[in-house]
Structure formats: structure tokens, C-alpha cells
């Protein structure tokens, strides 16, 4: 039982990188790249959020302004820029 919840960690952070790397890579940016100029600019943002704003925010994730950004509420936009301007 101990190795499957371990495994099971193991198995949510790939998961989460591979996702956090499809959205990155429609743009250009490789997830290693992603990383660094996250960590360089501040933003500490774990891969579970990432990977949620990867697949369920695209349009914030990759820098679209799309009808579901002006709809945002103001602390995800801003989170959000920051994302942008760090990429």
C-alpha cells in the first residue's frame, strides 16, 4: 500500500508536466524553458495549478485574449499576465 500512494504521487506529477508541456509547446516554449523563466520572474505556481490552467484556461495559459479572459475575475487575470509576460 505504501509504494501505490507513492507511485500514485509519481504518476499525478507526469501527468501534470506532460500537460503543462503540450500547452507550452503550442507556443514555442519547451516545459523546461516554461520553468526557468517562471522561476527567474517570481512566480512560484506549483505543477498541479499549471497543469489546471493548461488544460481547462488555455486561453490564459498560452496569452489568447479570448471572451473567457475579459470574463475573468481580476486576480486570475493578473496571474495570468503574469504568465504571459514571463514566457
Known sequence: A?????KKKSNFRALWQIKINAASRQEGVPYSVLTNKLKVAGIALNRKVLAELAENW??????????DVQRAKAPLSR?????????
Open 2 to 6: 505504501f509504494a501505490d500512494r507513492k
Open 58 to 67: 488555455i486561453s490564459f495559459f498560452c496569452g489568447r485574449q479570448t471572451r
Open 79 to 87: 496571474l495570468v499576465l503574469l504568465i504571459c509576460v514571463a514566457i
